[in-house]
C-alpha cells in the first residue's frame, strides 16, 4: 500500500495543533467547583483552594539538632578541648526557665528549644561527661564548635505569616503534613468535579456477559472513569450506549444537566455509525473536532448543557492517550488544579531506537526506560497500533514528538514522559 493510501492522517483542512488547543483552554476554561473545608485526614488528592499561612514559625524556636550538651559558644576553646560544668537538663517538650550560666553547660537532647544565651550544641558521642551520661557534673567539649554548630534556627523553614501552600495544586502527603505544621487542622479545597463516563458502539459488551460473534469487550470506560478518579474526579459510570442518533442524544443531554464533565469513548470519527458529534452539535456546541495529534485525530471538545464535553476516539490506547494529553488538561482547569501544569513534563533521554514519523502532526509513541546498559536510553514498544492495549501495560510513559520532528535516529534525544508524571497512582 502507498505511504498515501495507508495515511489515517489524509483530511481535508488543516488540523488543529495540540499546543493551539492547550492555549485555548489555558484561556477559556476556569475552576466550575465551589469549595469545602476538609480535615486534613481528609484532605489528601484534593485541590487546595485557599492559601495555607503559618500560624507559628518552624521551627518554632532555637533547638537541638542532636543530643549532647548546649553551651555559649564564646565560653569554648578553639583550638582544644573544653570542660564545663554540667548544670540542667532539658528535653524535648520543657523549656529552660532561666538562661545558660556563663562557663556552664547544660544536657539537651533532640528538638529541645536551647536555653536563652546556648548558641552552640555539641553530640553527646564527641563529648566526654563526668562521672556519666546519665548524672553529668563536668563535661568536655570537643576542639572548633563555633557559633550554630547543631542549632536548628527559628524559623528557619518557614516564619509566621508566610504563605507555606498555594492554591490549585493538588494535595501530596508532604503537603498535608506542611498544613499540619503550619498549625491548621482543616484546608479549603475544591469540591470534587462531577464527571460522567459514557462509551459507545454496537460491538461493546460488558466484561462478564457472554459475547455475541461479532462482539468485543468494551474497556474504555473503565480505563477512563479510573484516569478520573486518579484526578481526583467523583465519576459517575453513564454506562454503555448503543450506535444510535436518539439513545446517543438523550444519554448526553441527561448528562449535560447532572456532570460537570462528560467523556464519551468512540463515534466520534467519520462512519455512519458515529453519532456523538452530530448529538452535541445538536444539543449544544463542538469547539473542536479533530486535532493534528496520533493517537486522537477524531477528539472532540464541546459543550452540553452545563457541562463541558469531551469526546475521545474508541480505539483503547487513543482513548487513553489522549485522555492523558486532551482530556486531562480540561479536567485539571475545570476542578482548580491551576497549579498543575497542563502538559506533564518530559524528560529528554537518548533514543535507542529509529522511527520515521510524519511531518506537521504531534505524535506519542509508547516507549520504556531500558537501563541495563547504564546510561538510560528509550525503547519503543514493538508495535504502536491504536487497538495494541498491551503496548500501554509494557511501556512506562510517551515519547513526545513534535510536529516538526520528521523521524528519530537512534542517539537522538527524545522528549520522554512517563506515566507516573501524568496520572497520580
Ligand atoms: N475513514 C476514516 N476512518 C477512520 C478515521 C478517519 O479519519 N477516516 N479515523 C480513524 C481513527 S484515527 C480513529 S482513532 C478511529 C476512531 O473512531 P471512533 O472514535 O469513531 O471509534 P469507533 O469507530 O467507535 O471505535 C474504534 C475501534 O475501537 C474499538 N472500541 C470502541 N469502543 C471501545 C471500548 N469501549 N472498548 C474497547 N474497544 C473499543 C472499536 O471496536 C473499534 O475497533 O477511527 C478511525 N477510522
Ligand atoms: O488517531 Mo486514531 O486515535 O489513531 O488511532
Not at 488547543?21 to 487546595?48: H, N, Q, S, W, Y
Given at each position: 500500500m502507498s505511504d498515501t493510501l495507508n495515511d489515517c492522517f489524509?483530511?481535508?483542512?488543516?488540523?488543529?495543533?495540540?499546543?493551539?488547543?492547550?492555549?485555548?483552554?489555558?484561556?477559556?476554561?476556569?475552576?466550575?467547583?465551589?469549595?469545602?473545608?476538609?480535615?486534613?485526614?481528609?484532605?489528601?488528592?484534593?485541590?487546595?483552594?485557599?492559601?495555607?499561612?503559618?500560624?507559628?514559625?518552624?521551627?518554632?524556636?532555637?533547638?537541638?539538632?542532636?543530643?549532647?550538651?548546649?553551651?555559649?559558644a564564646a565560653d569554648l576553646n578553639a583550638d582544644g578541648p573544653t570542660s564545663l560544668a554540667a548544670v540542667g537538663r532539658i528535653a524535648a517538650g520543657s523549656a529552660a526557665e532561666e538562661p545558660i550560666a556563663q562557663g556552664t553547660a547544660a544536657r539537651i537532647f533532640t528538638g529541645a528549644p536551647l536555653p536563652p544565651g546556648a548558641d552552640v550544641v555539641a553530640m553527646q558521642e564527641d563529648c566526654t561527661a563526668h562521672p556519666s551520661l546519665d548524672a553529668p557534673q563536668t563535661v568536655t567539649f570537643p576542639a572548633g564548635l563555633s557559633v550554630g554548630n547543631f542549632v536548628r534556627r527559628a524559623g528557619d523553614d518557614f516564619s509566621t505569616g508566610a504563605t507555606v501552600l498555594s492554591p490549585g495544586r493538588r494535595l501530596r502527603p508532604q503537603d498535608v503534613a506542611m498544613a499540619a505544621a503550619a498549625g491548621h487542622a482543616t484546608v479549603t479545597v475544591f469540591k470534587r468535579l462531577k464527571a460522567g463516563v459514557l462509551s459507545t458502539g454496537d460491538e461493546i459488551v460488558e466484561p462478564g456477559?457472554?459475547?455475541?460473534?461479532?462482539?468485543?469487550?468494551?474497556?474504555?470506560?473503565?480505563?477512563?472513569?479510573?484516569?478520573?478518579?486518579?484526578?481526583?474526579?467523583?465519576?459517575?459510570?453513564?454506562?454503555?450506549?448503543?450506535?444510535?442518533?436518539?439513545?446517543?442524544?438523550?444519554?448526553?443531554?441527561?448528562?449535560?444537566?447532572?456532570?460537570?464533565?462528560?467523556?464519551?469513548?468512540?463515534?466520534?470519527?467519520?462512519?455512519?455509525?458515529?453519532?456523538?458529534?452530530?448529538?452535541?452539535?445538536?444539543?449544544?456546541?463542538?469547539?473542536?473536532?479533530?486535532?493534528?495529534?496520533?493517537?486522537?485525530?477524531?477528539?472532540?471538545?464541546?459543550?452540553?448543557?452545563?457541562?463541558?464535553?469531551?469526546?475521545?476516539?474508541?480505539?483503547?490506547?487513543?482513548?487513553?492517550?489522549?485522555?492523558?494529553?486532551?482530556?486531562?488538561?480540561?479536567?485539571?482547569?475545570?476542578?482548580?488544579?491551576?497549579?498543575?501544569?497542563?502538559?506533564?513534563?518530559?524528560?529528554?533521554?537518548?533514543?535507542?531506537?529509529?522511527?520515521?514519523?510524519?511531518?506537521?502532526?504531534r505524535q506519542f509513541v509508547r516507549a520504556s526506560i531500558d537501563r541495563a546498559g547504564g546510561t538510560p536510553v528509550v525503547r519503543l514498544y514493538p508495535s504502536q497500533e491504536p487497538h495494541v492495549l498491551s503496548s500501554m501495560i509494557a511501556s512506562d510513559g510517551l515519547v513526545d514528538l513534535r510536529e516538526d520532528c520528521t523521524g528519530v535516529a537512534e542517539g537522538d534525544m527524545v522528549d520522554f514522559i512517563p506515566y507516573s508524571s501524568i496520572l497520580p497512582a
Open positions: 489524509k483530511s481535508p483542512g488543516a488540523l488543529l495543533r495540540l499546543d493551539d488547543a492547550l492555549d485555548m483552554l489555558a484561556a477559556r476554561l476556569f475552576p466550575v467547583v465551589d469549595t469545602e473545608d476538609l480535615p486534613l485526614t481528609k484532605a489528601a488528592g484534593r485541590i487546595l483552594a485557599a492559601p495555607v499561612c503559618a500560624t507559628v514559625a518552624n521551627p518554632r524556636f532555637d533547638n537541638a539538632a542532636m543530643d549532647g550538651f548546649c553551651a555559649r456477559h457472554p459475547l455475541g460473534p461479532a462482539q468485543i469487550y468494551g474497556s474504555n470506560r473503565y480505563g477512563l472513569m479510573a484516569a478520573l478518579a486518579a484526578l481526583g474526579a467523583e465519576v459517575t459510570d453513564l454506562g454503555h450506549l448503543p450506535d444510535r442518533r436518539d439513545a446517543t442524544e438523550a444519554a448526553l443531554a441527561a448528562a449535560g444537566r447532572s456532570q460537570d464533565v462528560i467523556v464519551t469513548s468512540g463515534g466520534v470519527s467519520v462512519g455512519g455509525e458515529d453519532h456523538v458529534v452530530d448529538a452535541v452539535r445538536a444539543l449544544g456546541e463542538v469547539h473542536v473536532w479533530r486535532m493534528a495529534v496520533k493517537p486522537g485525530k477524531p477528539t472532540t471538545l464541546g459543550t452540553v448543557g452545563r457541562a463541558a464535553f469531551i469526546g475521545l476516539p474508541g480505539y483503547p490506547v487513543s482513548s487513553l492517550a489522549t485522555f492523558m494529553m486532551v482530556a486531562r488538561p480540561v479536567v485539571l482547569r475545570l476542578s482548580g488544579a491551576l497549579a498543575e501544569p497542563l502538559f506533564p513534563g518530559a524528560f529528554p533521554l537518548p533514543a535507542g531506537f529509529s522511527f520515521a514519523k510524519k511531518h506537521r502532526r
